[in-house]
């Protein structure tokens, strides 16, 4: 958007190769379809395949085919964003940015530290009400 929001501008997809902005689009728009993919643990569209998937619509969802990816994500996740509780180091790199902007910056990824273990919460509880209740 042209905000550098304490960034130095320098690695600006406006600035980079020519990829760079498809590949900062197409990387959210995943992250989010996989985010929403978790809320089939917690609705019915998890236990039965929704009217407006192909061949699978009605049918049972296997408990495997949603707990094992679940499982494999919420362990990814973890390991991906814990070493966010260390913080940034903002000496490591000259385009973050520094003080209170860099406080920002924590703060606002910070939650992103959580989205491990709540998936694996989640998964835990669709796997135990998926073998109670079938």
Same mark, same amino acid.
């Given at each position: 958007?042209?905000?550098?929001?304490?960034?130095?501008?320098?690695?600006?997809?406006?600035?980079?190769?020519?990829?760079?902005?498809?590949?900062?689009?197409?990387?959210?728009?995943?992250?989010?379809?996989?985010?929403?993919?978790?809320?089939?643990?917690?609705?019915?569209?998890?236990?039965?395949?929704?009217?407006?998937?192909?061949?699978?619509?009605?049918?049972?969802?296997?408990?495997?085919?949603?707990?094992? $990816?679940?499982?494999?994500?919420? %362990?990814? #996740?973890? !390991?991906?964003?814990? +070493? *966010?509780?260390?913080?940034?180091?903002?000496? =490591?790199?000259?385009?973050? $940015?520094?003080?209170?902007?860099? %406080?920002? #910056?924590? !703060?606002?990824?910070? +939650? *992103?530290?959580?989205?491990?273990?709540?998936? =694996?919460?989640?998964?835990?509880?669709?796997?135990?009400?998926?073998?109670?209740?079938?």
């Amino acid at each position: 958007m042209g905000l550098p929001a304490g960034f130095t501008g320098s690695q600006d997809p406006q600035n980079g190769p020519w990829f760079m902005l498809p590949y900062v689009i197409a990387l959210t728009a995943v992250a989010e379809a996989l985010a929403f993919l978790s809320m089939g643990l917690v609705r019915p569209w998890g236990e039965v395949w929704p009217r407006w998937v192909p061949f699978l619509r009605g049918r049972p969802v296997r408990p495997p085919a949603a707990i094992i $990816p679940a499982a494999l994500g919420s %362990v990814v #996740l973890t !390991l991906l964003w814990t +070493p *966010l509780l260390f913080g940034f180091r903002t000496d =490591a790199d000259p385009e973050l $940015p520094h003080g209170a902007k860099a %406080v920002i #910056l924590f !703060l606002c990824y910070l +939650p *992103l530290v959580a989205w491990g273990p709540l998936l =694996a919460a989640v998964t835990v509880a669709y796997a135990v009400r998926r073998r109670r209740h079938g």
